[in-house]
C-alpha cells in the first residue's frame, strides 16, 4: 500500500493517544513531539488522574476519560492506541471511522480475523493503518537489512529469533498478566517483536504450517517478575496469572525456509535477545539492538565481518514514529509496517496458539480459509 494521504510536508498533523501508560511516556509522546510538523492535541485515558498529570507534563492541552468523545470533539488526524491489547480493535475501529491514520501498538489484534477486519475498514477508509514493532527500525537490524536487500546472505533458507529474559514477567497482577485484557502473555508482548525481526530480514516469506508450544512455567508461582509495572494491589502469590511465560515455535514457509522462534518472560537461563539469519552465501546475527555481525567466506576462507554502525541519534522507537508520519507525508522511501506484514504476525501468533492448544502442527490454510 502507498501513502493515501497525500498531505503537504507543510501542513501540521494534529495527534490524539489514547493510553497515558508506560509506552505512550516513554515512546509516542517524546517521538511525536520530536517532530517539528507535529502536535499532540489530547489525551484520553480511563485514569484521570494519571492523563491528567502526564498532559501536563508534557504540554497536552485536553484530556479525556473517554476516547469517543476526544475523537468527536478533536477530529484527529492521527490517533495512537495503547492500551491493554484486547481494546486495540475497538480503539483502531473507532478511530478510522473518525477518519484518522492509526499507529496501533503490538499485537495489533487478537486474532487474524480481527487484524483482516482492521485492515479492511483502514483500506475502505483510505486511512493509513500500522503498528508499533519498532525494533526493525534499530541501527544493526537496518544495516542487516540493507545487506539482505543488496543480495549479502543469497538465499535465506533459516532464521531464528529469541528473546529469552531471566526476570522480566512484566505487570504481574496487572492487565499483562490477565488474559481476558491481554489475549496471551510472552508470545503477545515479545514474540510479536521477535516474529517481525526475523521476518522483515528475510523478506516476509508466506508462513504455511507452524508447530507451537506455550507454557506457564514462572508466573503462576509468582516467580521471574520484572521490577516494573507490577499491580500493587495484588498480594503477590494471589495475583491473576492466566496467560504463557514461554512460547516456542517452528513455522514452515511456502518458499521453503523456516523460522524458529524462542521467547520467555523468565527462565533459568542468560538473557538473550537476538535474530540470526541462515543464508546460501552469508550468515548474520542482530544482538539487540546494538550489534550486527556478519558472516561469509571469502576464497573459500570463513570470514567474519563486524560491520562498523553509525552510533547516536534517535532510537527505534523515534525512527518509527518519524518514518510513519513522513510516511503521510508521501516522502519517499519512509516506510511504516506495511498491512500485509501485520496481518502475517497476527496469522502466525493465532496459529502459534492453536497449535499450542493442540499439541500438534497446524496448517495455517485452516486460519486464513486458503
Ligand atoms: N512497541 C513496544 O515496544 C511496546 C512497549 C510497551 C508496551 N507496548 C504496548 O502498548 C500497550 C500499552 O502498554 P503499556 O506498557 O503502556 O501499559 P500501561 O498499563 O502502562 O498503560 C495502559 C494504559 O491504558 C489505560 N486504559 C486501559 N483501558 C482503557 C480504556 N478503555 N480507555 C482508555 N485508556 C485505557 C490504562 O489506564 C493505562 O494508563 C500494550 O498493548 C503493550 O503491548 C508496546
Not at 508520519?325 to 506484514?341: F, H, K, M, S, W
Request: hydrophobic share 40%; glycine share 10%; aromatic share 8%.
Amino acid at each position: 500500500m502507498t501513502s493515501s494521504a497525500a498531505s503537504s510536508p507543510d501542513r501540521t498533523w494534529r495527534v490524539a493517544i489514547i493510553g497515558a501508560g508506560f509506552v505512550v511516556q516513554r515512546a509516542h509522546i517524546p517521538g511525536f513531539q520530536a517532530l517539528p510538523h507535529v502536535t499532540i492535541v489530547a489525551l484520553a485515558d480511563v485514569n484521570q488522574a494519571r492523563a491528567q498529570e502526564v498532559a501536563q507534563e508534557a504540554g497536552i492541552p485536553h484530556v479525556y476519560t473517554d476516547y469517543q468523545e476526544m475523537l468527536r470533539r478533536e477530529r484527529p488526524d492521527i490517533v495512537v492506541v495503547a492500551t491493554p491489547n484486547v481494546f486495540h480493535k475497538p480503539m483502531t475501529l473507532a478511530a478510522l471511522e473518525a477518519g484518522a491514520h492509526v499507529l496501533c501498538e503490538k499485537p495489533l489484534a487478537l486474532s487474524y480475523a480481527d487484524a483482516q477486519e482492521m485492515m479492511a475498514l483502514a483500506r475502505e477508509r483510505g486511512r493509513v493503518l500500522t503498528v508499533g514493532t519498532h525494533f526493525r527500525w534499530s541501527t544493526p537490524m537496518q544495516a542487516a537489512k540493507a545487506q539482505a536487500d543488496a543480495g549479502f546472505f543469497g538465499e535465506i533458507y533459516a532464521a531464528r529469533s529469541i528473546w529469552n529474559r531471566r526476570t522480566g514477567i512484566p505487570g504481574y497482577g496487572s492487565w499483562f498478566t490477565n488474559q481476558e485484557l491481554a489475549g496471551a502473555g510472552a508470545l503477545l508482548d515479545i514474540g510479536v517483536h521477535s516474529l517481525d525481526r526475523a521476518l522483515y530480514l528475510m523478506g516476509y516469506p508466506q508462513p504455511v504450517r507452524v508447530s507451537g508450544v506455550t507454557k506457564a512455567m514462572f508466573g503462576p508461582r509468582a516467580k521471574g517478575l520484572g521490577g516494573w509495572g507490577i499491580d500493587k494491589q495484588a498480594p503477590d502469590a494471589q495475583a491473576r496469572f492466566d496467560v504463557d511465560d514461554f512460547a516456542w515455535a517452528f513455522i514452515r514457509f511456502q518458499n521453503g525456509a523456516v523460522l524458529q522462534l524462542e521467547v520467555a518472560w523468565a527462565s533459568h537461563y542468560p538473557e538473550e535477545f537476538l535474530t540470526q539469519i541462515y543464508g546460501t552465501d552469508g550468515g548474520g546475527l542482530v544482538e539487540g539492538s546494538e550489534r550486527l555481525t556478519l558472516y561469509t567466506e571469502l576464497n573459500g576462507q570463513p570470514m567474519t565481518i563486524q560491520p562498523e554502525l553509525p552510533r547516536g541519534g534517535p532510537g527505534s522507537y523515534a525512527r518509527m514514529i518519524r518514518d510513519f508520519v513522513r510516511y503521510l507525508d508521501g516522502e519517499p522511501g519512509a516506510t511504516i509496517v506495511q498491512p500485509q506484514e501485520a496481518l502475517t504476525v497476527a496469522l502466525l501468533l493465532e496459529g502459534i496458539l492453536r497449535s499450542a492448544e493442540r499439541g500438534q502442527e497446524v496448517d495455517l490454510g485452516e486460519i486464513t480459509g486458503q
